[in-house]
């Protein structure tokens, strides 16, 4: 028996910094999916690039970038 692996779902995490609200600091998820499955399209490399100008456009800070593809294992005869 054989396993094949199945790209079935690719997305964007970035961690974002809200600074200090209320004496606590404000930390929130933020998830972007839809991202193109074939990895020649979306690379790390263009999908962090895209992460870093989405943090120039936004007013919390971006703290870290997680580039996250999801799979499923088929077991195949």
Request: net charge negative; aromatic share 6%.
């Amino acid at each position: 028996m054989t396993y094949e692996r199945i790209k079935i779902k690719h997305e964007l995490k970035m961690n974002l910094n809200y600074g200090e609200i209320d004496g606590k600091i404000k930390k929130k998820l933020k998830t972007i999916g839809g991202l193109d499955l074939d990895e020649t399209v979306a690379t790390s490399e263009a999908v962090i690039k895209t992460a870093k100008a989405l943090g120039t456009l936004m007013e919390p800070i971006v703290q870290d970038i997680t580039n996250v593809m999801y799979y499923d294992n088929v077991e195949t005869a």
